[in-house]
């Protein structure tokens, strides 16, 4: 039995190790960058105008982008592709109900409340694992279960970093 704590703890202190060294290295990673994409969205008629405020390259293994999810999105959503100076699909993310905010209080029963409220003109965040050979933003509209309506290219700033 003790042979077997210190197989146990011998195993624990190389695994933690192993941990430490792939911490320390992670900076230097390029699959620990994440680029945030920062978009101010105003509402246009039945439509939208969109443009990029600025996009920001931080070290963070930890978070990882929301992926296109296989079900379909809201006829109020959006589909963002990021691609490369060839049109090529790098990442795609959605942006659901882009103008809704949702708010939380607690309630008068001791449950929490909620209320959403439709803004004309809202800032969206997006992230995706960065990418150098990032050029574009392509955004379309959900406009059916299966129909997209193309809304803009965008041609993405240099990051910051």
């Known amino acids: 039995m ?3 704590t210190k197989l ?4 624990l202190c190389c695994i933690m190790a192993a941990i430490g060294i792939a ?5 230097n990673n390029l699959a620990s960058k994440v ?10 008629g ?3 105008n969109i443009s990029v405020k600025d996009v920001t390259v931080i070290n963070d293994e930890k978070k990882k982008p929301a992926r296109l999810q296989s079900q379909g999105t ?16 790098i990442d795609s993310t959605i942006i659901t109900e882009p103008l809704v905010t949702r708010y939380e209080y607690p309630g008068e029963d001791g449950t929490i409340g909620s209320k959403e409220v439709a803004l004309d003109e809202k800032d969206v965040m ?8 990032m050029e574009y933003l392509r955004i379309f509209k959900v406009t059916g279960k299966t129909k997209r309506q193309s809304l803009a290219t965008l041609k993405l700033p240099t990051p910051k970093m």
């Open 126 to 133: 997006i992230r995706s694992v960065y990418d150098p050979g």
């Open 23 to 27: 911490q320390d290295t992670s900076g």
């Open 74 to 89: 809201d006829q109020n959503g959006l589909v963002c592709l990021l691609l490369d100076k060839n049109n090529a699909i």
């Open 35 to 44: 680029v945030l994409i920062h978009l101010k969205i105003t509402r246009q």
């Open 46 to 48: 039945d439509g939208y």
């Open 2 to 4: 003790h042979t077997m």
């Open 8 to 11: 146990l703890l011998a195993g």
